[in-house]
T-cell receptor
Framework: GAVVSQHPSRVICKSGTSVKIECRSL??????MFWYRQFPKQSLMLMAT?????????EQGVEKDKFLINHASLTLSTLTVTSAHPEDSSFYIC??????????????FGNGTRLTVT | AQTVTQSQPEMSVQEAETVTLSCTYD???????LFWYKQPPSRQMILVIR????KQQNATENRFSVNFQKAAKSFSLKISDSQLGDAAMYFC???????????WGLGTSLAVNP
């Protein structure tokens, strides 16, 4: 089955630094990548949608200059949290749709990244 | 606006028993997709079952089945012969036909008691 590898699984960084999270599609071409944020015991909040080679589309209320998303290839998308602050601490999950996937096909999820900003 | 409601924040079931998780949604569309995802403590999102709105037959995957009531906009998940490994957060999700974005419910935390 389609696998999305998300790294790192956990990261701790100091306030003011930037952190990059990578999602790689290992055996398929990810034409669309969705980036989610999840607070403890809460649902997934869609942050942005990116299509390969295009600028990401951000959801209302999500700062695009703070959460930089790059989807330059069909196998790699990155989310960079710039100038991280403690309130950015959260669980971030990527999910991908593959080229040619039928509309009823499920998304392929990464394992998530636990970000802690100290 | 399309919304998904899971009215049960927490549920519990005895091992080997049956439990039903509720999900309702609001949409003006006639064709769409519905999904149930499971998120165990590992946080990996796992697809449990999916349903196409144009199909009247309820989807079934082994011990998991749905009761899809299109007119009532209800999409409940039934777990039969519950196992300890079924303990997880369960999310109901809706997807319009021509849009790839999922709309998520807030989730139901299921505990399975031995």
């Amino acid at each position: 089955g389609a696998v999305v590898s998300q790294h790192p699984s956990r990261v701790i960084c100091k306030s003011g630094t930037s952190v990059k999270i990578e999602c790689r599609s290992l055996d398929f071409q990810a034409t669309t990548m969705f980036w989610y944020r999840q607070f403890p015991k809460q649902s997934l909040m869609l942050m942005a949608t990116s299509n390969e080679g295009s600028k990401a589309t951000y959801e209302q209320g999500v700062e695009k200059d703070k959460f930089l998303i790059n989807h330059a290839s069909l196998t790699l998308s990155t989310l960079t949290v710039t100038s991280a602050h403690p309130e950015d601490s959260s669980f971030y999950i990527c999910s991908a749709r593959g080229r040619g996937d039928p509309y009823n096909s499920p998304l392929h999820f990464g394992n998530g990244t636990r970000l802690t900003v100290t | 606006a399309q919304t998904v409601t899971q009215s049960q924040p927490e549920m519990s079931v005895q091992e080997a028993e049956t439990v039903t998780l509720s999900c309702t949604y609001d949409t003006s569309e006639s064709d769409y997709y519905l999904f149930w995802y499971k998120q165990p403590p590992s946080r990996q999102m796992i697809l449990v079952i999916r349903q196409e709105a144009y199909k009247q037959q309820n989807a079934t995957e082994n011990r998991f089945s749905v009761n899809f009531q299109k007119a009532a906009k209800s999409f409940s998940l039934k777990i039969s012969d519950s196992q300890l490994g079924d303990a997880a957060m369960y999310f109901c999700a809706y997807r319009p036909l021509n849009n790839r974005k999922l709309i998520w419910g807030l989730g139901t935390s299921l505990a399975v008691n031995p």
